[in-house]
């Protein structure tokens, strides 16, 4: 979370950072900010609010210089205010940061009584006044922010300026991403490689821990390494598409959501492939650890690792699982789940488990990211970039990917011939028609979502694979809606939540007619007996036997049950995009949320 960008390039460098920054928005917009330096000493701009806004700032008013810094924030600390917005500067020194400095209160504390005063809300803050104190102290720029990382406490990556030093940029990085490139013109920073599009060359990772300088021809590394870590840049690839970002949509949401039929072939064929899927099948017991919707990714394709694979498939919350000091068995698999790979709970799982001796695994959407460095083995869902704050097409190949695996895993234990296996691939490669039919129902989704736009809260319901819908889907309107949604399994309902059940109250059930379809039924009647308005997502088969009793069903296609709950995943994405449409809401950047959730 919290975007940051740098130039040092030998031209006017505003305009640069302003532009980069939008490729960086998806990690926080609550404010944005830039820091120039150049003959006529620091110049700071900053803005609450999206990069829009601090451009206009900008517009009328550049700020002259070959250097800068800029940053684009998701708020921890102090609200999203021009004043909380970075950069911060004290005494020459101007700092962007991302991540969270934990002892911020206590550095505050010994800075107070050295005199220092702090104008701002932030943890950030003290970063600037940490590398001033350090330079009066004597130390060199690079040495005076290697100290600041002593200093403070918790993840960052920070880019300093100096006005005594107008021709560096200095860096760091524990915990929160950062990398450098070096192009024709001049050297660069940013949160990640995907901002180096602009710029071209070669790109690196920050190591954990490393400081560098950037000058204008060139980045210099602090370590004994310095030297050996040249050989490891990458080229930047530039991308293919020009034109319109969002190719005719209303939202890069939008686009994402019609992507999803192509998503899903390419990772179902890349995952045909995924090498060393034996080393699943040797464990004794799985557990997928991730967040927010990559958790319900997990939750849905669970029943194909157990049921086909016979292996044990334990979900869990990553930020619950690091800190439970719960037990593994011996043989048992832990397999990180992410879009991203960079969210800060996740990747801490693959960190302490590797520390603790484990191979580890990660399934991940972003081939340059924190997560696939990390891990003993990626292998990587091919949904494409996924820009619109709310997962789609990254859920929809997550669930792809998984259950392939899980296929693949029931093959090598021996519990499916080679035979099956590759009629089971074949089928689930040719859900991509069934998801085309799916996104032609959008029309359908529109109407039965005008029902629910005024309201403040939803309830979901569904079973199986179809309550990991329901929570999903009921995260979508939360995220891009704001309405209080909430999912329960359905056989939950009559312990509590069905106290909350009043007329009108909208209720949406996802019942593919499997087994459980009755069951799924009653709970669908019990709602209705109480007043609620219903929408029944189900096949056709499933709609004969409901009968009259939604108020709306939407009949899905979808082969067997399995198809229909992955297609009421994109109906649910639907009715979540248009209710908040209907609202008049940004369906791309919902408030106080980020695309990368880098803090814990
Ligand atoms: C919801 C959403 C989030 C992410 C969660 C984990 O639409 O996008 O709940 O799923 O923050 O992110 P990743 O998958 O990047 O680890």
């Not at 950069?87 to 009584?113: T, Y």
């Not at 603790?356 to 991940?364: D, E, H, I, N, P």
């Not at 996104?439 to 694979?465: I, N, T």
Request: charged content about 25%.
């Amino acid at each position: 979370m919290c975007g940051i960008f740098g130039a040092n390039n030998g031209r006017p460098v505003a305009s640069k950072l302003i532009d980069s920054l939008r490729r960086l928005e998806y990690r926080g917009y609550d404010s944005a900010g830039i820091a120039v330096v150049g003959a006529q000493g620091l110049d700071l701009r900053r803005a609450s609010g999206c990069v829009d806004r601090l451009a206009a700032v900008v517009r009328d008013d550049r700020p002259e210089g070959t250097v800068g810094i800029a940053h684009t924030r998701w708020a921890t600390h102090g609200a999203p205010t021009d004043v909380n917005a970075h950069p911060h500067a004290f005494d020459g020194v101007a700092v962007v940061h991302n991540g969270i400095v934990e002892n911020h209160a206590e550095l505050k504390w010994w800075l107070s009584d050295l005199g220092h005063e702090f104008v701002t809300e932030t943890d950030s803050e003290v970063l600037p006044h940490i590398i001033a104190k350090m330079r009066r102290d004597g130390m060199d720029h690079r040495q005076a922010v290697a100290a600041t990382l002593e200093y403070a406490k918790g993840s960052l990556a920070l880019a300093a300026v100096f006005e005594d030093a107008p021709d560096r940029i200095v860096v760091a990085r524990r915990g929160s991403p950062l990398a450098v490139a070096i192009s024709e013109d001049g050297a660069y920073v940013s949160s990640d490689p995907a901002a180096f599009d602009a710029v071209g060359g070669r790109f690196t990772h920050l190591e954990d821990g490393e400081v560098a300088e950037l000058t204008r021809g060139d980045v210099w590394f602090d370590g004994a390494d310095g030297d050996a870590r040249r050989n490891r840049w990458e080229p930047v690839v530039l991308p293919q598409d020009g034109g319109d970002p969002r190719a005719g949509h209303s939202s890069f949401m939008a686009k994402e959501m019609a992507e999803q039929p192509d998503a899903w072939s390419r990772t179902v064929a890349s995952a045909r492939a995924f090498a060393g899927v034996e080393e699943l099948a040797a464990a004794d017991r799985i557990a997928i650890v991730a967040c927010g919707s990559s958790y319900y990714a997990g939750l849905m394709a669970r029943a194909w690792f157990e049921r086909e694979a016979g292996l044990a498939c334990d979900i869990e919350v990553a930020s619950e699982f690091r800190h439970r000091g719960g037990v593994l068995s011996e043989r048992q698999v832990v397999l990180c789940l992410s879009q991203s790979g960079e969210t800060a709970d996740t990747l801490a799982v693959i960190e302490e488990m590797r520390a603790a001796g484990r191979r580890t695994f990660a399934l991940v959407n972003t081939a340059r990211s924190a997560m696939t460095r990390a891990a003993d083995r990626c292998w990587l869902t091919d949904a494409g970039r996924e820009i619109g704050v709310a997962a789609t097409k990254t859920f929809t190949a997550q669930v792809a990917a998984l259950v392939v695996l899980a296929l693949r895993v029931a093959h090598a234990r021996g519990r499916i011939d080679a035979d099956r296996l590759e009629k089971a691939l074949d089928g689930l490669a040719s859900l991509s028609d069934m998801i085309r039919q799916t996104l032609a129902l959008e029309g359908r989704m529109a109407s039965a979502a005008s029902a629910f736009a005024d309201r403040r809260s939803a309830f979901y319901l569904g079973r199986g694979p179809a309550f990991a819908a329901a929570l999903e889907g009921a995260l979508k309107l939360k995220e891009i809606g704001y309405v209080q949604a909430e999912a329960y399994a359905a056989g939950e309902l009559k312990h509590g939540p069905i106290a909350l059940i009043e007329p009108g109250v909208p209720v949406v059930v996802v019942a593919p007619s499997d087994h459980l379809f009755e069951k799924t039924l009653s709970s669908a009647q019990e709602v209705k007996a109480r007043g609620a308005r219903l929408l029944l997502l189900t096949d056709a088969g499933g709609a004969a036997r409901a009968g009259r009793l939604a108020d709306d069903t939407v009949v899905l296609p979808g082969a067997d049950a399995w198809a229909v709950t992955v297609s009421a995943v994109i109906a649910l994405q639907f009715l979540a995009r248009h209710i908040a449409t209907a609202r008049g809401l940004d369906v791309d950047r919902p408030r106080n949320l980020a695309k990368s959730v880098t803090v814990e």
